[in-house]
């Protein structure tokens, strides 16, 4: 019981950080919020990805791109031009450790107003840290597991946050419907996306890329704008005016 309670809170809580703070906040700048609490977010999201952690900077630049040449040849992680996601994995995290070393330079448009806290993304980035992080996943399974097949679970909490950046790259642009013609191959994959806290609402969030609610539709539940709003009634966060409803 302990282990399922602790992969499912690690699957949600990266995944939270991930769409919430890399994605909507880093990448679209959806919202805004004080110097302290974007630190704060910055290192719950350094905790909740532990071993995967991704640099925001890094993430951010990436996803514009994606964004710019959405289902081209210069998209950096779309399904289209690769074998199986595995293929499209390894593509996409050569490209993501080019940005992450400032080793190739964007295009102007697509490069700053990105938050940046240059202990916790060199520390979050090593090799030291990812180990530790996941030898502490090990010490939880060798204490807590009961059966030898959750044992299985623990690759999946080391590669957390690019697992969840795959899942949606390769299904949010090959598998379900779409609500707008966005002259790419974007889908919602589900109506009712719990399982990815909205990320696969993909032809939803490219017709309206800045808007803070993935949904489109009655029925499509976005599980993090209502979070969000929450925040932005408590003033912890600001929405878009444009996209508060």
């Known amino acids: 019981m302990y282990i399922l309670i602790f992969f499912v809170a690690h699957w949600f809580l990266s995944l939270f950080f991930q769409t919430f703070y890399l994605h909507r906040y880093a990448s679209h700048k959806m919202f805004t919020t004080n110097k302290f609490t ?43 031009f690769f074998r ?14 080019q940005h992450a070393r400032r080793l190739k330079e964007p295009e102007a448009r697509f490069a700053g107003n990105t938050p940046e806290w240059p202990l916790i993304d060199v520390i979050g980035s090593t090799i030291a840290s990812r180990l530790v992080f996941m030898g502490l996943y090990t010490w939880f ?3 807590f597991a009961t059966h030898w097949w959750m044992f299985l679970l623990l ?21 379900g419907y779409s609500n707008f013609d966005n002259g790419d191959k974007s889908k919602n994959s589900t109506p009712f996306d719990f399982f990815m806290l909205g990320e ?15 949904g489109a539709k009655w029925f499509e539940l976005d599980p993090v704008y209502p979070v969000m709003k929450a925040m932005h009634w408590i003033r912890l966060i600001r929405i878009r005016k444009a996209y508060l409803a």
């Open 38 to 80: 974007e630190r704060v977010f910055h290192f719950l999201t350094f905790i909740f990805q532990g071993s995967s952690y991704l640099n925001p900077r890094a993430y951010a630049i990436m996803h514009r791109e994606h964004h710019a040449y959405s289902d081209t040849e210069k998209d950096p992680h779309s399904p289209h």
């Open 84 to 97: 199986d996601v595995f293929q499209m994995m390894w593509y996409t995290s050569k490209s993501y450790r």
């Open 141 to 143: 399974y060798i204490e």
């Open 155 to 175: 690759p999946i909490h080391f590669i957390m946050g690019p697992l969840h950046g795959a899942i949606v790259n390769w299904c949010g642009h090959k598998y």
């Open 200 to 214: 696969l609402f993909q032809n939803n969030h490219h017709r309206h890329p800045n808007n803070a609610n993935f």
